[in-house]
């Protein structure tokens, strides 16, 4: 309905590249049906993600829009995602349920927001991913208001050699097969560099992947 359809603001990519163009058609089909139907560890996951976000709040990588019915009702959401497909997934799910969420087609490693314009950004499985890990995460901590938080769920490299090594074996078919998805990702190193304070970490397992759950908070002075 037209009601329904003045609800979502979904603006063109303001920055381009021909990956971003190709997308993961087939990927974005499958990861559409996969996330309706995920298992009670996964959707705790999501829920503590995103219980704790206030005020204007950034997604990266909103995917087919998963983490939505998990978001509190008082919060100003964007969303953003480099890919396509998954960008037409989430217009097309954000009319038929309603939300109200601005999405952008654009990398995390280039935001088109001013400096400190959000309250909280939070990611789920999505820095796997990303081409350009250290610049996206400065990227969050320009868009962060001093003392903002960021909120993450992740899967990531083993700690141990042996496991760790295995890992690294298999991310070139791995990053084939999973629309770009790298599992050996050292995401907690990779947060700390950018100068996040981690306040919150909790490690786990989600069927063979280790997984990491926490919040950085960006400092409030440089």
Request: net charge positive.
């Amino acid at each position: 309905s037209t009601q329904t359809a003045s609800l979502v603001r979904l603006r063109g990519a303001l920055s381009f590249t021909p990956a971003m163009a190709l997308g993961h058609r087939w990927f974005a089909a499958f990861w559409d049906r996969a996330s309706r139907h995920e298992g009670r560890q996964q959707r705790r996951s999501r829920r503590q993600v995103t219980q704790g976000v206030r005020g204007r709040v950034l997604e990266l990588g909103v995917g087919v829009g998963t983490n939505w019915p998990y978001l509190p009702a008082n919060v100003t959401y964007v969303g953003i995602d480099p890919d396509p497909y998954m960008i037409a997934r989430a217009r097309r799910n954000a009319k038929q349920e309603g939300c109200d969420v601005e999405l952008h087609q654009v990398p995390a490693e280039n935001l088109p927001f001013p400096d400190h314009s959000f309250d909280t950004v939070f990611t789920t499985l999505t820095f796997c991913t990303i081409d350009d890990v250290p610049k996206a995460l400065a990227e969050v901590r320009r868009v962060l208001k001093p003392g903002g938080e960021f909120r993450f769920w992740e899967h990531v490299r083993p700690q141990g050699r042996i496991r760790g090594r295995v890992f690294d074996l298999v991310t070139p078919a791995w990053r084939r097969i999973g629309a770009g998805c790298r599992p050996n990702r050292d995401t907690v190193e990779a947060i700390s560099g950018v100068g996040f304070e981690i306040r919150e970490l909790r490690r786990a397992q989600m069927g063979p992947l280790p997984v990491i759950q926490g919040v950085a908070v960006s400092p409030e002075h440089d």
